[in-house]
């Protein structure tokens, strides 16, 4: 009998380790197929994301007449290079160029400051009507782009503004987005810096100065990339404040492709392929720069 009871509790324990592993394989067979599912909905996102950019790279790689060939050539062979050639020779694009990174450069660099100052005054410094400030801020972020076009160009040219970079630079320094992000950034802070460095007779430019700027950083970079991005890809006021050729910005002149002489569908891709080419690099920079900090932050605290 003690061996027949033996034998069963062998079986038995048998019995529950092939069912742990029979409950293993099945939990790591779902997990591949969620994984497995995973990826193909991320790489399906992915072509849908990156289907338009490649098409318009292959279209600045052929000619006219390959453009409209049917089936597409997916990797044409060999690549036509006179699309690029020509946006160089026969179109103003570097003076765009020039005039674009210009003043998105101009307005990024000056918003960050003074964005960043405005958020540390809304967030640190107590004045009567700091909440009536913030509020208009609010207010003025409901306000349509389109509803101020006419009311800006009649102001600028009645200073003599218009056809000039100031046209370009001074009014998106009037947009409050910027100081409202810099404030919610800043009031994660804790007062007891502030106040160790009042202490230490600090006044609040030098706190701004030596002790916010630095920790906002990761703020600043996001900030800097809203705001460059937001100016590059600027259309509708560029081309009602500015009417000469040497003003004119890449938005601009790549929309007036089109109307010189009907559609170079292979010069108009590859003018939009040169005029990601800048905003995409300082993107990538400007994200390492970001996730770095970020992670230094995090190992700080």
């Known amino acids: 009998m003690a061996v027949i009871a033996e034998s069963s509790a062998v079986g038995g324990r048998q019995d529950l380790k092939r069912l742990a592993v029979d409950h293993a394989r099945i939990r790591t067979r779902q997990r591949r197929l969620r994984e497995l599912a995973r990826h193909l909905a991320l790489g399906l996102i992915t072509f849908v994301l990156v289907a338009p950019f490649y098409y318009v790279f292959l279209a600045s790689l052929k000619d006219s007449h390959a453009i409209f060939q049917y089936p597409p050539e997916l990797v044409p062979w060999p690549p036509f290079w006179g699309n690029y050639a020509n946006v160089l020779s026969h179109t103003n694009f570097l003076r765009w160029m020039f005039n674009t990174l210009f003043v998105a450069t ?57 056809d000039t970079y100031f046209a370009l630079i001074l009014p998106p320094l009037a947009n409050p987005l910027g100081a409202i992000l810099m404030r919610q950034f800043i009031l994660g802070l804790p007062r007891d810096l502030e106040n160790a460095a009042r202490l230490d007779g600090l006044n609040e430019f030098q706190i701004y100065w030596r002790i916010v700027l630095p920790l906002i950083k990761p703020g600043l970079v996001v900030l800097a990339v809203i705001l460059f991005t937001d100016q590059f890809m600027s259309f509708i006021w560029p081309l009602i404040a500015t009417t000469s050729d040497n003003l004119i910005v890449l938005t601009v002149g790549v929309a007036s492709l089109r109307a010189h002489g009907g559609v170079d569908y292979g010069l108009w891709s590859a003018s939009a392929v040169m005029s990601l080419v800048p905003i995409a690099v300082l993107f990538f920079i400007l994200q390492r720069q970001f996730l770095a900090r970020s992670l230094a932050g995090a190992l700080k605290q």
Do not use: C, E, H, Q
């Open 106 to 162: 101009t307005v990024t660099v000056l918003k960050v400051f003074l964005d960043s100052m405005a958020g540390y005054a809304l967030a640190k410094i107590d004045f009567t009507g700091r909440r009536a400030v913030f509020l208009l801020m609010l207010i003025l972020l409901m306000v349509p782009g389109g509803a101020l076009i006419v009311p800006l160009w009649s102001l600028f040219n009645s200073l003599g503004l218009i």
